[in-house]
């Protein structure tokens, strides 16, 4: 894989360009904020609300998403994934001007169709690996996390240098830079946090946590041992590898994980991994998810709500308060 430091990169190429950047959420401050560190001009497209007053606090130059759009040089779509075709179709395509780079952090509306940008546009994507608070944070101490980018549309045969540039502002050229696809980077996101990262390990350590209270174990204990040093072993794996992790934890730990691990992760998870991805490779995750936003979210609610009132939350809040002092 070839990675891509800041001797590869040109902030120059950025330098005069008028940049829109669309919604000012996790992505949009975050990006924002280090690109106006960076020395570049950005301008901040937002509906009136929350966020609009966030951006003005920060001191950005704030206005409608029309109005930013409207001789923008690069665009840059940091609004949610559900809505960016709507809001594309009502709001961006009739005012943006000719030969506009369009710029993605995440390639849900590309890679599915949803918006069909034209063909006199670069249509690019720098995708920086993390949320936009930690981006932030590892900005401002001076290094980067990495990042990864993709060219869908490569008019101005300047499209990979773009990407590259709008990288190198946010820092990422110092860890590096990757290339892939757009498909390749949604649908490997898409899956990562499904499978694994939101949907699968929370439902694990929610199954764990009531076996263990069904059979009268008390459940804040319950909660440390199977959500809070969740954080411990992450660390561990993240730092050094499963292997690594086997090496750090006690053998009992070690040979009762080797030996049991089959029974919670069987092959029945492993179909069940398999028409996840068939899902999301098909376009019926994105399909599904699409219309539940036309729908007002209304599952989406019902969901939240019935998982709020589990007892892991309640005991998790307590927890939480109690031992780290962390209000929500
Ligand atoms: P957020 O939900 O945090 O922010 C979305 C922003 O868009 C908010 O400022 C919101 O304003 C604004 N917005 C919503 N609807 C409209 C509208 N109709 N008109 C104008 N502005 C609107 O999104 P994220 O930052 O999480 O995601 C943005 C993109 O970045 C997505 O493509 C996502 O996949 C990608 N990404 C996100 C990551 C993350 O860590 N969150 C990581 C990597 C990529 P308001 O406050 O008024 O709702
Ligand atoms: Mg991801």
Known sequence: MKI???ADADLDLLKGKRISILGYGSQGRAQALCFRDSGLDVIIGVREGKSFEKAKADGMEVMSVVDAVKDADIIMMLLPDEA???IYAREIAPNMKKGCVLEFAHGFAITYDLIHP??????????????GPMI???YESGYGVPALICIHQDVSSKAKDLALALAKAMNCTKPGVFEATFPQETMTDLFGEQAVLCGGYTAMIKMAFETLVKRGFPPEMAYFEVLHETKLVTDLVVEKGIE????NVSNTAEYGGLTRRDRVITEESRKGMESILDDIQSGKFAKEWVEEYHNNLKNMKAMQDADGQEEIEKVGGWVRETFFGRRE
């Open 118 to 131: 034209p063909n006199d546009s670069d249509v690019i994507m720098m995708a920086p690996k993390g949320p």
């Open 4 to 6: 891509y430091n800041d």
């Open 84 to 86: 960016q075709a709507d």
């Open 244 to 247: 690594g992790m086997w090496k």
């Open 136 to 138: 932030r944070r590892v």
